[in-house]
């Protein structure tokens, strides 16, 4: 086990947090954005606000212990919004247990005179693939996650963009399709209202995809595009048009040299990329919007940990509060 | 005559260039933005490049014998696209006789041991506006010009983006119809494609409207808009339909807190910012996006002066380069 605190007492050590709709994920990681130990818990997201925080807790201690117990330089934390920044006040969505829970605060206490820093969960995603994954090296990266939503980061001159409040990287609500389907955000056409899981299979219900399943996911939708079925095929181009645009759209505006895409939906693979490829070369002509380099992630399920270590490790780069 | 060099030693002076495909506007600015002196003179476009380049230095040296010869900091230049940054070379559209002219490189010989800093003009004026003018204050701004094309500059965590390349803040290249109108840019359903006086004249007369003038632009579309006629009145809520989207995505993108608009289509006032903002407000619905203000400019013509002369007086938030 390389890299482990105890055998390199000059590097610092933190505790990683990934806070999803259904699962908690937290790792031990070093300073060198490796994960020395890692467990996970279910979301309790129907349970009090204290069985939910405990349940959390004892996932950290047993996560510590696993990794012999290093001296810690902090916590970061990565959770589905929204939240308020950088109070990190939680109120994730499919998480009705916690509202404006002050995740931040009872982690300081728990945690005394060490940095906690708390963020969102895409915004980890973007934040882990730009220190140690797929943008690493590049300066201007916006990190996307297509799953049951659409979220992401976005990293300019090297550095994390919060924007206003900590909400910059909501690329989701990017406008591709500006008299398209109504999106969850009460805005109308946005990328998540297209793209993201539930958004795809309704679409490929609507126009006659009838899995055995009747909770299919995108995952289904994919095997059944591989199985030659039109509509499934059909419903991931429309996606990757989508994710496209909103590729065009950003790369003009930002002056990104890298996109890096991740999440469930984003596993399909070719179908997706491929209409995202060409839409954006449709749609971005200009020299400098044609260098843009659209990638998937490369840290896997991990990007999220490795970036909530981040905040802590390398905070000049991508905490900007306190 | 207030601030001008002579009478404050210690106040840093500047040369500002503001160059455009028609006219090139100079000044003497003081350190804290005001314009000391300025003129202007009709853009060679067509001449040879040294023409030109005579024409720009005798402007120059006219407007600081006009100011009383004062010690200069710098030189800021706004310069019409495309350029490359940070080097300088421009080849301003619609001005043949520029094609790869070294600008920076040419200014630097005649201004030795002075800083001179070229960026894009929209840029300039999004940092004069952030500076001086209607975002002064904030730090998560997005100006942008619409006029014959539509261009802009980002401000975020109150410095200027540049991106990968010197090209961030291209908001007239955010796609607002994915279907829509060919672009200049090669792509389609850009806001220029929609929204630049060109396209708005180009749309209304594909629609019956018929000015008496062959060479009637957006002015006089307004002005018969005002005047009750429905194809004109149509052309300019399309246009602020288009800004409305534009923002939209750049607000969730960004998380900005201020949309700076100038340009000459903008003039037109509450047409275009009316239908702006009751589309912003359809497309952007959480929180953060909803805090968004949309603000004329409110330097004037000025704005690209000012900010050209900030790319100097205040480059550690506007001048990352060199």
Redesign the interface.
């Known amino acids: 086990m390389t890299g482990r605190a105890g055998e390199r007492a000059d590097a610092p050590t933190v505790l990683a947090v990934d806070i999803g709709g259904t699962k908690i994920a937290a790792a031990v990681v070093d300073g060198d954005g490796r994960i020395v130990a890692d467990r996970r818990t279910p979301t309790l997201a129907q349970e009090s606000p204290e069985v939910l925080w405990k349940a959390l807790a004892d996932l950290l201690d047993a996560v510590h212990a696993d990794a012999g117990a290093p001296p810690l330089a902090g916590v970061g934390v990565g959770c589905v919004g929204?939240m308020t920044w950088p109070d990190g006040e939680v109120s994730p969505l499919n998480v009705p247990a916690w509202r404006r829970f002050p995740l931040r605060r009872r982690l300081r206490e728990r945690y005394p005179g060490l940095p906690v820093r708390v963020h969102n969960d895409a915004v980890c995603v973007a934040v882990g693939e730009h220190w140690r994954g797929a943008g690493r090296g590049r300066?201007?990266v916006l990190g996307m996650v297509v799953s049951t939503g659409v979220g992401g980061g976005?990293v300019?001159?090297g550095?994390l963009?919060?924007?206003?409040?900590?909400?910059?990287?909501?690329?989701?609500?990017?406008?591709?399709?500006?008299d398209g389907p109504p999106c969850p955000?009460?805005?109308?056409?946005?990328l998540e209202a297209v793209a993201s899981g539930p958004s795809l299979v309704r679409w490929a219900r609507e126009r006659g995809w009838r899995p055995d399943d009747p909770d299919a996911t995108s995952a289904d939708l994919a095997a059944d595009a591989r199985a030659g079925h039109r509509v499934a095929a059909a419903a991931l181009r429309r996606a990757g048009?989508a994710v496209g645009?909103?590729l065009?759209?950003?790369v003009?505006?930002?002056?990104?040299?890298t996109a890096v895409i991740g999440g469930g939906v984003s596993q399909v693979g070719a179908p997706l990329f491929d209409a995202a490829g060409e839409?954006l070369d449709?749609?971005?002509?200009?020299?400098?919007?044609r260098?843009l380099r659209v990638v998937p992630t490369a840290l896997g399920q991990a990007s999220g940990l490795i970036g909530a270590a981040a905040l802590v490790l390398a905070g000049d780069r991508y905490w900007?509060a306190d």
């Open positions: 929204p300066d201007n976005l300019l001159g550095r963009v919060d924007g206003a409040s900590g909400n910059a990287g909501h690329v989701g609500h990017i406008v591709v399709e500006p955000c009460g805005g109308r056409g946005c048009r645009v909103a065009a759209s950003a003009h505006l930002c002056d990104l040299d839409t449709a749609h971005a002509r200009m020299d400098f919007a260098r900007a």
